[in-house]
């Protein structure tokens, strides 16, 4: 108490509580409640000129009330884009779902209030409820709202849902409804918005969200006032409308009414002083119209203004309202940025407690499509009404009178006299429908989930990927889900392989559930393509109908099989199959898709019986087969009649026999362009010419329209099968399916090959998608194939693939002529005038036109009288230069047709009208591209007005990205054909030149001997002329002027190279060139030639194209390579270009001219280890670099470069390694810079010690080293962040040790296990310094070497105490038991082993065991001298006889031993029988104590055996135990021939027979032994029972102690007998007392641990279940996860811990051991997002705790800095929860550093709670700092403890 006096000392200036002040500032607080409208008005500023003049007008009136808003200046409904969060406003009971509930709130909006957000007393309710295991009925939605009830709400979030739309979430928590209402506030006559909070006996409290005020409402009230004649009972949490009858105390007691009639007549008045906060939406009041316009009614109320839009005006009273009206109204809703009050005149929101229709009264009619509409007003800045055919009135929003993209032109709405609308939604708040004019709504074909019909086959947008299946997005916001068996034929183990979102995919329909709205697809291939009848009833399978259906279950009696809508059938075991089954499960599997007959069907029962055999022997009676009639070979002609049109596919029937087959959408052209303009030229009924067999199946036939494809079938260009597959081939295929890694090619016959992403063009493509269709043509040839697999690769490149004759005029003419026919058909169809008159119009034709627009942007509108209702316009390089002005006529050419779009494009330009000049057949002109249409591009002559059309691509297989280069304004040179052909409608036919080609020509083949023989030799310095043939990254290869090719290296193409720049680049296929030749090549090695001799010629010359070296008066001087590579040093800098890199080597090969060729490691490659995972993606083939020379030399040939550098390895630098090799227990191997090595020790790889540390790291791996310095030629490496990035790196949780004096006793420090044996474990806590624990500090129990060696492996992470440190030796004692590390013991409690007792305990035993023998000894001296006294006396009768019979049958068995005592005790017969005579318990001493081991087997073969014969030959059994009285008369002897004999035998017998005392002494003796022992055994605590007798003997005394049964199967491990110890805890299950249930969990984690150990998976989870059904489970779940987690087995646990906390989600303990877990395995991100899921599961009471409690664990396992944030920020929420300061403090002293358990005593001394804990406080930090601090420091906190208790004065002083 002294001591505390002297820290906290009385006394300080006792200050003088002001309460005057006090008293004056509550009154001015009490002020501000007050409403001031004065200062309101003061605040407004900047007036304009009209302010001033109704300010003006109100001095003159002023009888005129003040408002305190002011009028809007027009009215528009309400938009969600003004939706604010905050905002008040009415609202109806759409629908009631489990946890939300949907709203209708004005002018068509919807919200969504979810279950938490209703009140506080409800969801306590709640939670009270889930907690309890009562059968109280829970208390849900469905009972507190009702569809139809109007009910206030406030906004509470806008969220943004994943489709990027926006959710509007709802409150009705009458504390943020009326949270600006106070107690004095509260009138009679109000009505306000309430929550019953309970239910009592005399009525209900309600919480209308008033602090401090308690609302009742009377049951009696409630019962009376309700005009239903049976009312129902208010239920907690149940909105409602009441109306404040009295109130009492100031406000503190309400008494509140429900009467609905009285409710309907109570209106808002001056006197309740309502102000603009405090309005309430709902509330009646009573308005006078000030305004009246064409969008609404401008009113005022109280001292308020508000609108009336026009969808809340009564529609028969519309017309009869008037300036000065008084109308009755509703508050609607109330913006409080705005300060705008709207409010509605409609009567059924004028009676509060009524129920809205939330139907209308026609029916539903959503999603319907009405002809005949009118426009009868039109709202710009909302909507327009419309007026439908049955007089019905429907509104359209402004966002829906147009489609997103189009203009606007909302006059001509009115204007029409019909429209066509679909219906949107009803909205219940305005009771009209809400309906929508784009196009784009009114065709979808799916709008709600009740169109959607079962069996269809939709496209949809894959939308998410789940665990349980797929979502997919079908049309708008209907989705469906794919099931995870439905995915694919087969179970998907990766669906994100296969799948990813956003891709476009096919399903099939199997089951609707509109009112849930539930949608259920299926991909199954077997499904989408079958055209078997679909069975969506029972009533719809007739038997005999043969159908698709999928297997849902297997069963020993047959298979379910389960078809569309969940109808479903058996099929019995005798219909499975033609033979008999066994097992149905080894034959089918679950999700299977089977064709089955329907054999009987009752449709009432729901009962269907199918048959697959019946399929199989082909008795289908006709039933639903679909397979062709007729034999259709692939590449057979045919026709066709359309029967059906689809998006995606024509169905049509072959004639003449109809047989049904199936054309593609993309198989009716080659062109793609071109496949929506004749699908659109088709109608039902049509035959359709020139289709053939692409492929066909039982099922279906395929037909194709592809000119090309048919082209393929006919020359043979495809195969049947994958073994008809020769590399080299050529096939005609399509485009079927885009991936980003290729794409897959589809052939004739329905096989499928890859097109990798590098085989698609010449040249590089980064997206597939772009690069080309769906559906395109193409000619592949095959380059690989793997049989085993099935699969083969293709490749499109134009370059090595070879187009059919005719090239690109061949596809121009026939395009032109497909899409010219299908024009020519739509023109001819009724009704189609304008498509007649399109029709008429040619390229290159000149028409009249009228300028319409001509903005100033660019581009221009025309007009004209003979094209109506077609748009012609021009874009703006087609006006340049051109005055255009509305209204002017202008004479234009016309570029392009668009028939489908009745599109017309044209141009002005003066020098495309000029007069036409003839053309010449042959001659070569340059043009210039105009426009370009998809494939097609429209060109003029530079010599001519005379327009032309090309094809955008001169090869089939041209990228489609490509497709468009042919850009307005491009430059191109062609060859006239033909002047003017007449498939192009008199237009000259043209060919694009190869040179202004951007497509790559094939590539040049090999020149062979005889060519090379043939081709003219060329000189070393000769100039030639030629065209570039082709261009490649590290050569160009030119065709030469007069035969042969030459080929540029990538170095010879400039003077100066652009590093980083593709020089070949410069260059394209065509292009005239001029080089030099510098060399040659040979032609069969291509080895480079650099000789320059005149008279040597060259078959293939090495050019130049440097312009430097192009002059022939420069002489260029040859340089051999040896000589090149001579002349560089190491540490230059030099140009080298990229070759490619090499995979294996790990390398990058450049070449620095056309001789020279090196490599750079990919060390010197990168600075960033994670570049080195793609750097073929960093340096691609051609690429100019700079490099620093490594080395350079002949012999041997080394040439390395580097990027990097000449990197120096000094001690202390940071660089790159790669890792070599991974050497368990020990580190890592890793190659350096420079060829240098180093290695990684276990403790050098990480700042944070982790399990598996090595598991991290894989061959090759590039890692960022640090280094430490060399020893054996190798370097000491290091990969912690705080040596390799130190100023990144946070505090190292296991700091380096880098020599013994860092190293104290009594610290924890961790590491790795090296070896455990017979000296101890081995820890290395350093690369140089090892730790050592011997066995008894290594674990307390008693461990045999082996065991621990098992239990401990090598690199096993341990937490260590070190005991003493020897600096001399180096050596370093350590600790491992819990009571040191605080850890658990390093070997499992599971196992059941001894514990090791103390080493005082040993010696007191052993001291007592030498003084019972020497006690022992003393008796037996003793008694030997007493039987050398009797020993005259018993030297007659009978025992002399059987004593001395005794002494030769126990030398006898003396021999008998076995060798081992033999080998202990040797000692021969005349000792013996002296030691017999004096001493006999000698020898039995030693014995005993030198076989103790063997004490049992020792026993049993040194005692007598009583049935041997004696020397008397007694043939019956003999037992010395007996006496010679109880001896009877044997048989004789057959053996014996003297009858005297035999007699004195027999008389022997007879007599009594009585032991020696020799052998009494002895059997005496061994008992007292036996009781010495048994003694020292009882005595010593940690000795257990040797044997199952005493172990049973103890089980009898205590049968409920687990211990005791664990120690019993513990003793049969040892022996390895598994069964028995298996056999023993179900023993020990049955026989403990059921109270017991503790003692039974312990058995049961015993039996786990033993099943882990040496059982299976199934024995484990047999014992699991076990244990589940007999003891609480949670804890039998933790139990198992810990077994699993000490035993490694790491994803099991983690697998356990899942299901546990799914499971126990309501309990603590199982989110705490899954976050430990989780922290001790070093996921500290995985604790974070568990922690998250904790707290949303657990009641809110819990999560401080919660959050506690991971913050502690986060210090033990984790980052001590994110529990240091976690612990801060429940502080700071809860700042007075001291118990939660102490924790924080404790953990801070433990794991933090002075500074801050300073800081965080600071802040605790500081806090605003009782005195009494700031006090408590003080004393901690003063204790703290006197064991760790200075005297300065203490004296520190005793000044801060003065000021404390000066400012509290006499109440600290207490």
Request: charged share 25%; with cysteine.
């Amino acid at each position: 108490m002294a001591s505390t006096e002297e820290d906290f000392p009385r006394g300080g200036i006792v200050k003088k509580p002001a309460e005057t002040k006090t008293l004056e500032e509550r009154k001015e607080v009490d002020n501000l409640f007050q409403s001031h409208v004065q200062p309101e008005t003061k605040k407004r500023k900047g007036g304009s000129k009209e302010d001033s003049t109704t300010a003006k007008k109100k001095k003159k009136s002023a009888s005129d009330p003040v408002t305190l808003n002011a009028p809007a200046k027009y009215v528009e409904i309400l938009h969600l884009k003004n939706i604010k969060e905050g905002m008040l406003m009415l609202a109806c009971v759409k629908e009631v779902a489990d946890f939300d509930v949907v709203m209708s709130l004005p002018c068509g909006l919807l919200g969504f209030l979810q279950i938490k957000n209703i009140s506080d007393g409800y969801t306590k309710l709640l939670s009270e409820q889930l907690r309890s295991q009562g059968t109280e009925e829970i208390s849900t939605l469905d009972r507190v709202f009702r569809p139809g009830m109007l009910v206030r709400c406030v906004v509470l979030k806008l969220d943004i849902t994943k489709g990027g739309a926006l959710s509007i979430k709802l409150s009705i928590n009458p504390k943020l409804l009326n949270k600006a209402l106070r107690p004095g506030t509260l009138r009679p006559g109000m009505t306000l918005s309430g929550c019953v909070e309970s239910v009592e006996d005399h009525g209900y409290l309600v919480d209308i969200g008033v602090g401090e005020t308690k609302a009742f409402l009377p049951r009696q009230v409630a019962t009376d006032q309700n005009p239903n004649p049976n009312p129902e009972e208010l239920r907690a949490g149940q909105s409602i409308t009441c109306r404040v009858d009295e109130v009492k105390g100031s406000g503190r007691v309400v008494r509140l009414s429900v009467n609905p009639l009285a409710l309907a007549r109570t209106f808002a008045d001056a006197s309740h002083d309502w102000s603009l906060t405090s309005l309430q939406p709902g509330l009646l009041v009573r308005a006078t119209v000030k305004t009246v316009t064409k969008h609404g009614l401008l009113l005022s109320f109280l001292s308020f203004s508000g609108q009336v839009d026009f969808l809340h005006m009564e529609p028969e009273e519309e017309s009869t309202y008037t300036v000065g009206q008084e109308v009755q109204a509703c508050v609607l809703y109330i913006e409080p940025v705005t300060r705008l009050v709207a409010l509605s005149l409609r009567r059924h929101l004028l009676a509060p407690g009524s129920l809205v229709d939330l139907a209308p009264a026609g029916g539903d009619r959503i999603g319907e499509v009405v002809d005949g509409c009118r426009v009868t007003s039109m709202h710009n800045m909302s909507g327009a009404l419309l007026e439908l055919p049955d007089q019905t009135r429907a509104f359209v929003h402004r966002n829906h009178l147009k489609e997103t993209a189009q203009t606007s032109a909302l006059d001509k709405l009115l204007s029409l006299p019909e429209l066509s609308c679909r219906i949107l939604n009803f909205s219940a708040m305005e009771q009209v429908h809400f309906a929508s004019l784009r196009k784009s709504v009114r065709d979808k074909v799916h709008f709600r989930y009740e169109d959607i019909q079962v069996g269809e086959v939709v496209m949809g947008t894959v939308s998410e990927l789940l665990g349980h299946g797929m979502m997919v997005l079908l049309s708008g916001n209907l989705k469906g889900l794919v099931p995870k068996s439905h995915l694919s034929d087969i179970l998907l183990r990766n669906p994100e392989k296969k799948y990813s979102e956003g891709m476009k995919i096919k399903c099939r329909v199997l089951s609707v559930e509109a009112d849930k709205r539930r949608v259920t697809l299926t991909r199954k291939k077997a499904l989408l393509t079958s055209t078997l009848p679909v069975v969506s009833s029972y009533a719809a399978a007739r038997p005999g109908l043969v159908a698709h259906g999928f297997v849902v279950s297997i069963k020993s009696f047959g298979c379910i099989v389960r078809f569309y809508n969940e109808v479903k059938g058996l099929v019995p075991l005798r219909e499975l199959s033609t033979e008999p089954l066994a097992s149905p499960e080894e034959v089918f599997y679950v999700g299977q898709v089977v064709k089955v007959k329907v054999l009987e069907c009752e449709p009432e029962k729901e009962r269907l019986l199918l048959s697959f055999k019946a399929v199989v022997e082909g008795d289908t009676a006709g039933e639903g087969t679909a397979a062709p009639r007729v034999l259709m070979e692939v590449g057979q002609r045919c026709e066709a009649r359309l029967v059906t049109k689809s998006a995606v596919c024509l169905e049509v029937a072959i004639l003449p026999e109809e047989v049904p087959a199936l054309l593609p959408t993309m198989h009716l052209s080659d062109h793609v362009s071109n496949c929506a303009l004749l699908w659109e030229a088709l109608e039902e009924g049509d035959v359709i010419s020139n289709l053939v067999c692409l492929s066909r199946n039982k099922e279906s036939i395929t037909l194709t329209q592809k000119p090309l494809v048919r082209w393929g079938l006919e020359e043979g260009l495809f195969v049947k099968g994958f073994s008809e597959l020769v590399v080299g081939m050529t096939l005609v295929g399509w485009i079927k399916k885009l991936m980003p890694y290729g794409v897959f090619v589809e052939f004739p016959c329905g096989i499928m090959g890859l097109a990798p992403k590098s085989a698609l063009c010449d040249r590089f493509v980064t997206d597939t998608a772009s690069a080309y269709q769906l559906g395109q043509t193409v000619i592949a040839m095959v380059t690989t194939f793997d049989e085993e697999k099935q699969r083969f690769l293709v490749t499109l490149k134009g370059s090595e693939v070879t187009a059919p004759e005719g090239g690109a005029q061949a596809l121009l003419l026939r395009g032109l002529r497909e899409r010219r026919s299908a024009e020519e058909v739509l023109a001819g169809r009724e009704g189609s005038g304008v498509r007649q008159e399109l029709l008429e119009l040619t390229v290159g034709q000149k028409l009249t036109l009228a300028v319409e627009e001509a903005p100033e942007e660019g581009g221009a509108t025309f007009k004209s009288d003979e094209l109506t209702g077609v748009a012609i316009a021009a874009s703006k390089p087609h006006v340049l230069g051109v005055t255009l002005t509305p209204g002017q006529k202008v004479t234009a050419v016309v570029l392009q047709v668009d028939l489908l779009s009745a599109r017309v494009h044209v141009s002005v330009l003066p020098k495309l009208l000029a007069k036409k000049k003839s053309l010449e057949a042959g001659s070569l002109l340059a043009v210039m591209v105009q426009h370009v249409d998809q494939a097609f591009a429209v060109v003029a002559f530079e010599s001519s007005a005379r327009l032309a059309v090309v094809h955008a691509a001169r090869h089939i297989n041209a990228v489609f990205s490509e497709a468009g280069h042919l850009k307005p304004g491009s430059a191109l040179s062609v060859t006239v054909t033909d002047p003017a052909c007449a498939e192009l409608r008199g237009l000259p036919l043209l060919r694009v030149e190869a040179g202004h080609s951007r497509h790559t020509a094939p590539a040049p083949r090999a020149a062979t001997t005889s060519e090379s023989e043939a081709s003219p030799g060329h000189v070393y310095g000769e100039t030639l002329e030629g065209a570039v043939r082709s261009v490649k990254p590290t050569c160009v290869l030119v065709a030469l002027d007069g035969g042969g090719t030459g080929s540029v290296h990538v170095s010879q193409m400039v003077d100066v190279v652009a590093i980083g720049s593709f020089p070949t680049a410069l260059l394209e296929a065509g292009a005239r060139v001029r080089a030099r030749v510098i060399g040659g090549r040979e032609a069969t090695s291509h080895r480079f030639l650099p000789f320059s001799h005149p008279n040597f010629k060259y078959s293939i010359p090495e050019l130049t194209l440097v312009p430097s070296k192009l002059d022939d008066s420069v002489k260029i001087n040859p340089v051999k390579p040896r000589e090149k590579l001579g002349s560089f040093k190491a540490g230059q800098q030099i140009t080298c270009f990229v070759s490619k890199y090499n995979t294996e080597r790990k390398c990058l090969e450049v070449s620095t001219d056309p001789s020279l060729t090196g490599t750079i490691d990919l060390l010197d490659l990168v600075k960033d280890p994670k570049e080195a995972s793609y750097p073929e993606k960093l340096y691609k083939s051609g690429l100019a670099l700079r490099a620093t020379v490594v080395e350079a030399s002949s012999k041997p040939y080394r040439f390395s470069l580097s990027l990097n550098g000449l990197q120096q390895l000094e001690e202390g630098v940071v660089t790159l390694g790669m890792v070599t090799n991974i050497e368990p227990g020990r580190g890592l191997l890793v190659r350096l810079p420079s060829d240098a090595t180093g290695t990684v020790s276990m403790t050098q790889l990480t700042d944070c010690y982790r399990k598996d540390p090595l598991k991290a790291f894989s061959k090759d791996q590039i890692l960022r080293c640090f280094l430490l310095g060399t020893k054996d030629d190798k370097w000491e490496l290091s990969l912690r962040q705080s040596r390799v990035a130190p100023d990144l790196a946070p505090a190292a949780k296991d700091p380096e040790v880098l020599s013994t004096d860092a190293l104290k006793p009594g610290k924890l420090i961790r590491g790795y296990v090296m070896s455990a044996g017979d000296q101890g474990v081995l820890v290395r806590l350093s690369g140089s310094i090892t730790g050592r624990a011997l066995l008894h500090k290594a674990t307390k129990f008693s461990v045999s070497p082996k065991v621990l060696s098992q239990h401990l492996p090598s690199s096993t992470l341990l937490t260590t105490s070190i005991i003493s440190v020897d600096p001399e030796t180096q050596l370093v004692e350590l600790s491992l038991l819990t009571q040191d590390t605080k850890k658990s013991d390093v070997v499992p409690e599971a196992l059941g082993l001894p514990l090791r007792p103390p080493e005082e305990q040993k010696e007191e035993l052993a001291a007592r065991m030498k003084r019972k023998a020497a006690m022992m000894e003393t008796m037996a001296e003793i008694k030997s001298k007493k039987m050398k006294m009797k020993k005259i006396e018993e030297q007659s009768g009978p025992d002399v006889y059987f004593r001395e019979g005794e002494e030769e049958e126990e030398e006898e068995e003396e021999e008998e031993r076995p060798k081992k005592v033999k080998a202990v005790v040797t000692v021969d017969k005349k000792k013996k029988r002296k030691a017999k005579k004096g001493r006999p318990e000698d020898s039995d001493s030693g014995v005993e104590v030198s076989c103790r081991e063997e004490e049992t087997t020792t026993t049993k073969q040194v005692k007598p055996d009583p049935s041997g014969p004696a020397r008397l030959q007694v043939s019956a059994g003999f037992s010395w135990d007996l006496g010679l009285s109880a001896l009877r008369p044997a048989a004789l002897d057959p053996r014996a021939q003297d009858g005297d004999s035999s007699a004195e035998e027999s008389e022997e017998t007879d007599k009594p027979q009585k032991k020696s005392k020799q052998q009494q002494e002895q059997e005496q003796k061994e008992e007292e032994k036996a009781l010495a022992r048994r003694e020292v055994q009882l005595m010593e605590p940690g000795l257990r029972p040797q044997d199952a007798a005493s172990f049973e003997r103890l089980l009898l005394a205590s049968p409920n102690s687990s211990l005791l049964w664990l120690q019993y199967m513990a003793n049969h491990l040892q022996a390895t007998q598994i069964e028995q110890a298996r056999s023993v805890a179900e023993r020990a299950l049955k026989t403990i007392s059921f109270r017991e249930e503790q003692e039974k969990l312990n058995v049961w984690v015993a039996l786990l641990n033993l099943e882990n150990m040496y059982g299976s998976e199934e024995s484990l989870k047999k014992v699991f279940e076990g244990a589940q059904t007999f003891c609480e489970p949670m804890p039998v779940y933790q139990q198992l996860a810990d077994i699993y987690a000490r035993s490694n087995k790491m994803k099991e646990a983690e697998s356990l811990y899942r299901t546990m906390v799914k499971r126990f989600r309501q309990q603590k303990g199982s989110w705490l051991s899954y976050g430990s877990f989780l922290l001790q395995q070093g996921q500290s991100d995985a604790a974070s997002a568990l922690l998250q899921r904790a707290l949303q599961s657990l009641p809110s009471t819990d999560s401080v705790e919660l959050i506690s409690k991971f913050a502690q664990l986060e210090y033990q396992y984790g980052d001590t800095e994110r529990g240091r944030a976690m612990m801060d920020k429940i502080l700071g929420t809860y700042p007075k929860r001291t118990d939660l300061w102490s924790v924080f403090m404790d953990l801070t002293i433990k794991h933090g550093s002075q500074k801050d358990v300073r800081a965080l005593f600071d802040r605790a001394i500081h806090l605003s709670v009782a005195i009494k804990k700031v006090k408590f406080f003080f004393k901690r930090y003063l204790d703290y700092e006197k064991k760790h601090g200075t005297p300065e420091s203490v004296q520190t906190v005793k000044e801060k403890a003065l000021e404390f208790v000066e400012a509290k004065g006499t109440q600290a002083a207490c």
